[in-house]
């Protein structure tokens, strides 16, 4: 921990290692493969990943005492207490940044289910065609 505050190096490779993460984890769900599968795993991975932000920005919301002491310095320029600032940490962490999280898991639901509706209606229409002519019924594999 100290480590990251007495050396800007590390703690700039800290935070870069905060942003790539999260870049990863926003491209993945971005552009990965649009299947039933990998829209429900990414509900899925948007859905845990409101929960356990929005339980540690509750926690560091409702919290009494500073978790990080090396910061107390830190704070006064903002007019704050160590408590408070992590406090305005914890509640900028739980309500908007879970909002984001909860909005992009409805749209990727949303998304899951029009492709649901998509295959069904061509499923349904391959079942309609193949009933329509009975030479491709009597081929067909059914």
């Not at 505050?5 to 926003?26: K, M, P, R, Y």
């Not at 409101?50 to 006064?76: E, I």
């Amino acid at each position: 921990m100290n480590a990251v505050i007495d050396n800007e190096w590390v703690h700039a490779a800290q935070h870069l290692s905060f942003v790539l993460t999260a870049l990863l984890f926003w491209w993945a769900l971005i552009h990965g493969k649009r299947t039933a599968v990998n829209y429900g795993t990414g509900v899925l991975y948007l859905f845990t990943t409101a929960v356990h932000s929005g339980l540690l920005g509750a926690l560091l919301t409702f919290a009494q005492s500073a978790w990080y002491p090396d910061y107390t310095n830190t704070t006064r320029a903002w007019g704050l207490s160590p408590v408070e600032d992590q406090q305005v940490g914890g509640l900028i962490m739980w309500v908007p940044a879970c909002l984001v999280y909860i909005v992009a898991g409805l749209a990727m639901f949303a998304a899951w289910m029009r492709e649901s509706d998509r295959r069904v209606t061509q499923r349904e229409s391959v079942g309609a065609i193949l009933s329509s002519s009975p030479r491709l019924a009597e081929r067909s594999p059914s």
